[in-house]
T-cell receptor
C-alpha cells in the first residue's frame, strides 16, 4: 500500500510557464514533506521541504503548498526553465514507530520543460 | 569532490554470486542510509546508521543482505546469493541532522546492480 502517491508519471510544460507537481499521502502521522529532483545517472538532490505545521514554503522559483485536511501537497515552479527537466520525487517522514531513518518516496513525476 | 561517494557505480553479476557495495558519506555526517530504487519506483528505505550503530532495518532487508559501518565512517552493503530480483540501483545517503528535523538527505550517485 503506497503511503505517498504521485499520480502523474509525466508532465510537459512550456518554458516560462508554471509547473505544478502534485502529491497525495495517506498517513496522517507524517510531519515533514520534501521534494527531491533527480537527473539521469545522478542521485536525488534535495529541493525544498515543508513542516506539517506550515501550509506554504517558498524558495526562489520553487514553492511547496501543503493541504493537511486533503492530505495533499504540490510543488510550483515559476517560471519553468529547461534545466528543470528531471524526475521529481515527493517524500515524507514522521516519527511514527520511532522511525528516524525512513523517508517514504512517491514514484516520481518526470517533468519536461520545452524551450 | 566532498559529496557522497559510492563504488562500484555498476556491477554485473551472475545469480548466486555475492556482491558488496561501498559508501563513503560526507565526512562530518554521522547518519548514513541505504535505499534501493527499481525501475519506475521511488527510492525505498533499506537501513539506517547513526555513527556505527545500525538503528533501523526495513523488512526489505532480507537475511541475504547485510550492512555495516564499522568505524562510523564508510559503510558496506553486501548481498549474498544474489537473485534477479535484486537488480536495482542501490543508493547511499548521509545527513548531519535527523530526517525528522530537516528531512534533507545527501545522496550519492548510486551503485547499479544487474543480476543475470
Amino acid at each position: 500500500d503506497q503511503q505517498v502517491k504521485q499520480n502523474s508519471p509525466s508532465l510537459s510544460v512550456q518554458e516560462g510557464r508554471i509547473s505544478i507537481l502534485n502529491c497525495d499521502y495517506t498517513n496522517s502521522m507524517f510531519d515533514y514533506f520534501l521534494w527531491y529532483k533527480k537527473y539521469p545517472a545522478e542521485g536525488p538532490t534535495f529541493l525544498i521541504s515543508i513542516s506539517s505545521i506550515k501550509d506554504k514554503n517558498e524558495d526562489g522559483r520553487f514553492t511547496v503548498f501543503l493541504n493537511k485536511s486533503a492530505k495533499h501537497l504540490s510543488l510550483h515552479i515559476v517560471p519553468s526553465q529547461p534545466g528543470d527537466s528531471a524526475v521529481y520525487f515527493c517524500a515524507a517522514s514522521g516519527r511514527f514507530g520511532g522511525s528516524q531513518g525512513n523517508l517514504i518516496f512517491g514514484k516520481g513525476t518526470k517533468l519536461s520543460v520545452k524551450p | 569532490d566532498t559529496g557522497v561517494s559510492q563504488n562500484p557505480r555498476h556491477k554485473i553479476t551472475k545469480r548466486g554470486q555475492n556482491v558488496t557495495f561501498r559508501c563513503d558519506p560526507i565526512s562530518e555526517h554521522n547518519r548514513l542510509y541505504w535505499y534501493r530504487q527499481t525501475l519506475g519506483q521511488g527510492p525505498e528505505f533499506l537501513t539506517y546508521f547513526q555513527n556505527e550503530a545500525q538503528l533501523e532495518k526495513s523488512r526489505l532487508l532480507s537475511d541475504r543482505f547485510s550492512a555495516e559501518r564499522p568505524k562510523g565512517s564508510f559503510s558496506t552493503l553486501e548481498i549474498q546469493r544474489t537473485e534477479q530480483g535484486d537488480s536495482a540501483m542501490y543508493l547511499c545517503a548521509s545527513s548531519l541532522r535527523s530526517i525528522s528535523i530537516t528531512g534533507e538527505l545527501f545522496f550519492g550517485e548510486g551503485s547499479r546492480l544487474t543480476v543475470l
